[in-house]
C-alpha cells in the first residue's frame, strides 16, 4: 500500500515563500507519477502541478512562474517549491500518485498540510 506523507505547510506572509515535500514508501518511486493538488474551503480539489517519471512537468495556469514541482527519486521525494504566494493560494495541499502515468483521479493520497497566506 502507497503511504505519502506531506510536511511544510504552515502561515506566510502574501508575497512570501513555502516549500512542501511529500515522502512516500512502499513503492518503487521511480516509476511512479506525482503530483499536487490543492483544495481551498468550500471548493473542488484542484490539481496544482505534476511530474511524470520522466521528470516533465505541468501546472495550473494561476501558479506558473510562481511554483515549481520537483522530484528526487534516490530520496523518494517530491517537492513544490512555492513563490510569491498570495492569500488565494491558502487551502490544503495534497501529495498524489498513480503508477507510471498520472489519471484524472490519482490511486493514492497523502493525508494533505495546510498552507496559509495571509495578506
Known amino acids: 500500500q502507497v503511504q505519502l506523507v506531506e510536511s511544510g505547510g504552515g502561515l506566510v506572509q502574501a508575497g512570501g515563500s513555502l516549500r512542501l515535500s511529500c515522502a512516500a514508501s512502499?513503492?518503487?518511486?521511480?516509476?511512479?507519477?506525482m503530483a499536487w493538488y490543492r483544495q481551498a474551503p468550500g471548493k473542488q480539489r484542484d490539481l496544482v502541478a505534476d511530474?511524470?517519471?520522466?521528470?516533465?512537468?505541468k501546472y495550473a495556469d494561476s501558479v506558473k512562474d510562481r511554483f515549481t514541482i520537483s522530484r528526487d527519486n534516490a530520496k523518494n521525494t517530491v517537492y513544490l517549491q512555492m513563490n510569491s504566494l498570495k492569500p488565494e493560494d491558502t487551502a490544503v495541499y495534497y501529495c498524489?500518485?498513480?503508477?507510471?502515468?498520472?489519471?484524472?483521479?490519482?490511486?493514492?493520497w497523502g493525508q494533505g498540510t495546510q498552507v496559509t497566506v495571509s495578506s
Open positions: 498524489a500518485a498513480d503508477l507510471l502515468r498520472l489519471t484524472t483521479t490519482p490511486g493514492s
Open positions: 512502499r513503492i518503487t518511486f521511480r516509476l511512479y507519477a
Open positions: 511530474i511524470t517519471t520522466g521528470g516533465s512537468t
